[in-house]
C-alpha cells in the first residue's frame, strides 16, 4: 500500500520527469545531426556557357559569313595533317634518292702526302724488285674501292628509289583528292544543316506562340485541358527538332574544321 501510494503521489513528478529527460535527448541529437534547412542553403547556380554558333548568325545565310569553298580548299593544303604527312613522305623519299646517288662515292677517298729529303731514293724490301718509292717531294691521288654488287645494282637501286618517289608523289595526290572530295561533302552539308537549323528555329517560335495563347485559353476556360496538352506536345517537338538539327550543324561544321587543320575563325569572312 506505501508504495502504491508513493508511486501515485510523485507519479506527475515521475512523468515530468520523463519528458524533461526525453527533450533534453532529442535537443543533444539534433545539435548532434543538425543539417542545414532547405531555406537557408545557397542555391546552385546554374552554369552558363557560350553557344558554339555565337560567331554565327542563324537568320543570315552561312555561305555570305564563310568563306569561299576555294579558298578553304587552299586553307586545308597548307594546314591539313594528312597532306602535311604527306608533303613529309616525299620529301624523304626525294632525300633518299640523293643519297643513293652519291652512295657510291664512300668507296673514294683522295688523298695527298708531302715530304722533304736528301732526294734519295729509299728502298722498302730487301731486293731490288721491291717498291720503291720517292723520299722527298708530295703526292697526291684518288683510292677507289668499289664493291662490284655496289657497281652493277646501282642502276636498279635508284630505278627503286625512284619509283618509291612516284608512288609518294601519286599518295599525295590521292590524299588531296579526298580531301577535296570530304571537304566539299562537309561543306555542303554544312550549309544544308544552316537552312534546315533556321526553318526549326522558326517552326519552334510559332509552336511557343500558340502555346502561350493556348496556355491564356486554357486559363481562361476556353479550351480543355486534352487540347492543352496537345499543343503542349506539338511544342515539344519542334523544339526537340531544333536540337537535333543544330547538334547536326555543329557535326558537320567541326568536321569540316577537322578537314582543314585551322580554327573556326579563320573559316569566317571578315566582318
Do not use: W
Not at 98 to 116: E, H
Amino acid at each position: 500500500m506505501l508504495s502504491f501510494f508513493l508511486t501515485a503521489r510523485y507519479r506527475p513528478f515521475v512523468f515530468c520527469l520523463v519528458l524533461l529527460l526525453a527533450g533534453n535527448a532529442n535537443l543533444l541529437r539534433a545539435q548532434r545531426f543538425s543539417t542545414t534547412p532547405v531555406e537557408r542553403r545557397v542555391p546552385v547556380k546554374p552554369v552558363t556557357s557560350q553557344s558554339d554558333t555565337a560567331l554565327l548568325d542563324v537568320s543570315k545565310s552561312l555561305a555570305e559569313q564563310m568563306l569561299p569553298f576555294d579558298r578553304i580548299y587552299q586553307l586545308a593544303l597548307e594546314h591539313s595533317p594528312a597532306v602535311r604527312f604527306e608533303d613529309a613522305m616525299v620529301d624523304g623519299k626525294v632525300a633518299n634518292l640523293q643519297v643513293t646517288k652519291v652512295l657510291i662515292l664512300q668507296g673514294v677517298s683522295p688523298f695527298f702526302t708531302y715530304a722533304s729529303g736528301n732526294q734519295a731514293y729509299l728502298n722498302t724490301g730487301s731486293v731490288s724488285s721491291d717498291f720503291i718509292q720517292l723520299a722527298n717531294g708530295h703526292r697526291y691521288g684518288v683510292n677507289i674501292q668499289l664493291a662490284l654488287s655496289e657497281v652493277v645494282g646501282r642502276r636498279h637501286r635508284l630505278s627503286q628509289m625512284r619509283s618509291e618517289l612516284k608512288a609518294a608523289n601519286a599518295r599525295r595526290d590521292l590524299i588531296r583528292v579526298e580531301l577535296q572530295r570530304d571537304l566539299n561533302r562537309s561543306y555542303q552539308a554544312t550549309m544544308t544543316a544552316h537552312r534546315l537549323l533556321g526553318i526549326r528555329i522558326r517552326d519552334a517560335q510559332t509552336a511557343l506562340i500558340a502555346y502561350r495563347i493556348a496556355e491564356v485559353e486554357m486559363q481562361q476556360g476556353k479550351i480543355t485541358s486534352v487540347a492543352f496538352a496537345s499543343v503542349s506536345n506539338v511544342l515539344a517537338i519542334a523544339q526537340s527538332n531544333v536540337e537535333k538539327e543544330r547538334g547536326d550543324f555543329l557535326t558537320y561544321l567541326y568536321d569540316m574544321v577537322a578537314l582543314t587543320g585551322v580554327p573556326l575563325a579563320s573559316l569566317l569572312a571578315s566582318r
